[in-house]
């Protein structure tokens, strides 16, 4: 099957599942209402919004000099280093570590980046038990399932199917459909965990190259949690993450937990700068940073391109996509889901492996509207969309370009534009399809899949006008 | 690895973009006087549910030891230093103290047990948000204000910031370098995970108690 075809199949599964549907329309309003609580005069928004641009534009200018002053500060600290080229590298620096440790069970905050790497299934296969602490990953990875939404991973499911997945694995405790009380539950199983784990694993929100210091932003405190009570920390990132100075935190840290959340700021804002100094009583005696690449480098070959690398991963284009409320975030099929996704995905992984993602997008322009960062996300969908059916476009670094041209359709353009551009044969075209619109067919492919086939009109829109007394030449 | 390393710094900078923006250095100045301040941070803590009492040096653990007792908090951790001295002196009648006084190694399942509250000064207070500031430290280390269900944070009500960029403008948190970790409190913890419906208590303290001390 292609691409195409299983991303269309993925999306008839998810359009004709009602309940996901539902619970992803009440979520996403209520996300939105209260972003737009944290936000009442327009004018300080936009100026939050040009400063936490400007922050990380210059970020990705300076990026290979702050990478630099970022290792040199954290060895300095002494926190140990690590790049990975690509997600192979990644599982393998991570699981040396732990090899090294003799660390053989693992509590884990959320990080996207991992996700990226498959890091639990590849720690899992070689015996090691990671448990997901975050309470929305906790509950994908019972279900098995990867995160749905890159802020809230369980956003697809209501409170029912939590309730039924925590019976289903801890069949002591007490069913029960209240979130107070499932919280708690998994307060209690988690508990256990944070006091046993041999290593902590976390992302990293902004690296500060300035005194090298890792942020992580969160509500919960297991990413405190998982960064102090075991014996080892290992943090992994994408190399964009980095900024310049620790005073370009603040803007940043606002408009993503207003942006992400609709809240001032997130319950904990964790900055760790080095491992636990002598005479200290806790937190890990090591700390590692594992720097990821996996095509970062490649985006940044092109200017217009590099904006895409400027994100913070709030998921506000997300929160505000009409594609993503209709499908989710599993029916794309890929790491990063909704408008972010569609921009990302496809450079990172290549046009000819997921480029039809850039189909799930009306241009409708909010995602562009909201980015805390002014990411120009719909000119990028646009731009990639051109360039999955053109591979002419000069010096761009994008795979697979053109590999979604499809010679049918791209007849079909060809003929359009011939009728359009010969007097003669359009006005022979417009009699033909409003004298003969009894021979419309009645299914047109996918446009008929979930809609009814359009019929063309008794008269063109020139006769009619003419009739009216209109006259132009 | 270093191959690794040096092929995604070349990369990089064959490729560096020739637009060069430069951030201002961001401030908010707000121009609030202590009582706006305590105030706002009132608000904002009270908003996600933290508690909040002013009261005076003089005071301030026989508040905190009364609350225990409200609370049939019976279990208290402290660390060492001018506040961990105060409230055993104050309040080791009504509550049972323990120092935290070995690595959490020797004692992990304890902590994670036995403790009901922990009692914690505080750097530093953030008005805008709510915020607490703590740097936490041998004296008191990072697992009190995190692993104990319930934590009191004592503030000074002189060291109530505006905001995060007014604190980092006037400590230079920058230039006198940084701790091996510090952190902003704003709340107990929570998630809101199950149907985008708050719930507190996930896994850090279920209650977060700040003693404003004027
Ligand atoms: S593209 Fe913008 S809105 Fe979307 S996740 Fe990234 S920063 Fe947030």
């Known amino acids: 099957m292609n691409q195409t075809e299983a991303f269309h199949e993925r999306i008839d599964e998810a359009l004709h599942n009602d309940q996901m549907r539902r619970n992803f329309r009440s979520a996403l309003s209520g996300i939105q209402a209260k972003r737009e609580q944290q936000f009442p005069d327009d004018a300080q928004l936009q100026a939050l919004r040009e400063q936490a641009r400007a922050v990380r534009a210059n970020a990705l200018v300076k990026q290979p000099e702050l990478l630099e002053q970022l290792e040199a500060k954290l060895t300095e600290n002494g926190i140990r280093v690590h790049w990975a080229e690509n997600p192979e590298q990644a599982n393998q620096i991570i699981a040396d570590i732990l090899d090294a440790a003799t660390a053989k069970t693992v509590v884990k905050g959320k990080s996207m980046v991992s996700e990226e790497t498959g890091l639990n299934t590849y720690l899992e296969q070689r015996g090691i038990e990671v448990v997901e602490s975050d309470l929305g990953e906790f509950i994908i990875q019972l279900a098995e399932e990867p995160p749905s939404h890159i802020v809230a991973p369980a956003i697809h499911k209501n409170r029912q199917e939590v309730a039924q997945l925590f019976h289903?694995?801890?069949?002591?405790?007490?069913?029960?459909?209240?979130?107070?009380?499932?919280?708690?539950?998994?307060?209690?199983?988690?508990?256990?965990?944070?006091?046993?784990?041999?290593?902590?694993?976390?992302?990293?929100?902004?690296?500060?190259?300035?005194?090298?210091?890792?942020?992580?932003?969160?509500?919960?405190?297991?990413?405190?949690?998982?960064?102090?009570?075991?014996?080892?920390?290992?943090?992994?990132?994408?190399?964009?993450?980095?900024?310049?100075?620790?005073?370009?935190?603040?803007?940043?840290?606002?408009?993503?937990?207003?942006?992400?959340?609709?809240?001032?700021?997130?319950?904990?804002?964790?900055?760790?700068?080095?491992?636990?100094?002598?005479?200290?009583?806790?937190?890990?005696?090591?700390?590692?940073?594992?720097?990821?690449?996996?095509?970062?480098?490649?985006?940044?070959?092109?200017?217009?391109?590099?904006?895409?690398?400027?994100?913070?991963?709030?998921?506000?284009?997300?929160?505000?996509?009409?594609?993503?409320?209709?499908?989710?975030?599993?029916?794309?099929?890929?790491?990063?889901?909704?408008?972010?996704?569609?921009?990302?995905?496809?450079?990172?992984?290549?046009?000819?492996?997921?480029?039809?993602?850039?189909?799930?997008?009306?241009?409708?322009?909010?995602?562009?509207?909201?980015?805390?960062?002014?990411?120009?996300?719909?000119?990028?969908?646009?731009?990639?969309?051109?360039?999955?059916?053109?591979?002419?476009?000069?010096?761009?670094?994008?795979?697979?370009?053109?590999?979604?041209?499809?010679?049918?359709?791209?007849?079909?353009?060809?003929?359009?534009?011939?009728?359009?551009?010969?007097?003669?044969?359009?006005?022979?075209?417009?009699?033909?399809?409003?004298?003969?619109?009894?021979?419309?067919?009645?299914?047109?492919?996918?446009?008929?899949?979930?809609?009814?086939?359009?019929?063309?009109?008794?008269?063109?829109?020139?006769?009619?006008?003419?009739?009216?007394?209109?006259?132009?030449? | 690895m270093s191959k690794t390393r040096d092929a995604i710094l070349r990369r990089l900078r064959d490729n560096r973009p020739t637009d060069q923006p430069l951030p201002s250095p961001y401030r908010k100045p707000l121009g609030w006087d202590s009582e706006q301040r305590i105030a706002s941070f009132t608000e904002r803590m009270r908003a996600v549910r933290g508690d909040v009492y002013r009261t005076t040096p003089a005071d301030w653990a026989r508040t905190a030891a009364k609350l225990c007792e409200e609370r049939g908090l019976k279990q208290a951790l402290v660390g060492h230093g001018p506040i961990a001295d105060q409230f055993v002196a104050d309040a080791s009648d009504s509550v049972d103290i323990r120092r935290y006084a070995q690595p959490v190694e020797e004692w992990k399942p304890t902590l994670f047990r036995a403790v009901d509250v922990a009692v914690t000064g505080c750097r530093a207070g953030l008005a805008e948000s709510g915020s607490l500031v703590l740097w936490p430290d041998r004296n008191e280390p990072r697992l009190m204000s995190l692993v104990p269900p319930v934590h009191i944070a004592v503030l000074d009500a002189t060291r109530l910031y505006e905001n995060f960029a007014e604190m980092l403008a006037v400590e230079q948190w920058a230039a006198g370098g940084m701790p091996t970790n510090a952190l902003l409190i704003s709340g107990p913890s929570k998630t809101a995970d199950i149907e985008q419906t708050l719930a507190y208590g996930i896994h850090g303290p279920k209650s977060l108690i700040t003693l404003i001390v004027e």
């Open chain 1, 168 to 473: 289903r694995f801890y069949p002591d405790l007490p069913y029960t459909e209240d979130i107070n009380q499932l919280t708690e539950t998994a307060r209690q199983i988690l508990r256990d965990k944070f006091a046993h784990a041999d290593a902590g694993i976390s992302g990293v929100n902004f690296a500060v190259a300035e005194t090298g210091t890792l942020c992580l932003v969160e509500n919960e405190g297991n990413g405190r949690l998982s960064t102090t009570a075991p014996r080892v920390h290992i943090a992994i990132t994408g190399i964009e993450k980095v900024v310049e100075k620790l005073s370009d935190v603040p803007p940043l840290l606002e408009i993503l937990t207003k942006s992400a959340t609709g809240q001032p700021i997130t319950t904990y804002f964790n900055m760790i700068s080095r491992p636990r100094q002598a005479g200290e009583l806790d937190g890990p005696q090591a700390v590692h940073l594992v720097l990821l690449d996996n095509g970062r480098t490649r985006i940044k070959v092109d200017e217009q391109l590099l904006d895409t690398l400027r994100c913070i991963r709030c998921g506000t284009c997300i929160n505000y996509c009409p594609v993503y409320v209709q499908l989710g975030g599993h029916a794309y099929g890929t790491v990063y889901p909704g408008p972010i996704g569609i921009a990302l995905e496809p450079q990172r992984l290549g046009i000819d492996q997921v480029g039809s993602l850039t189909s799930a997008c009306t241009l409708c322009g909010a995602c562009g509207q909201v980015c805390p960062v002014e990411i120009p996300l719909p000119k990028l969908i646009n731009r990639l969309r051109a360039e999955a059916v053109n591979a002419g476009r000069e010096a761009s670094p994008l795979i697979g370009r053109g590999a979604l041209r499809n010679k049918t359709e791209a007849t079909s353009w060809k003929l359009w534009r011939l009728v359009y551009a010969n007097a003669f044969v359009y006005r022979l075209f417009a009699l033909a399809a409003t004298r003969l619109r009894w021979l419309t067919p009645k299914k047109l492919g996918g446009w008929t899949r979930y809609r009814s086939a359009p019929k063309p009109a008794k008269r063109t829109l020139n006769e009619l006008a003419r009739q009216k007394g209109f006259r132009s030449e």
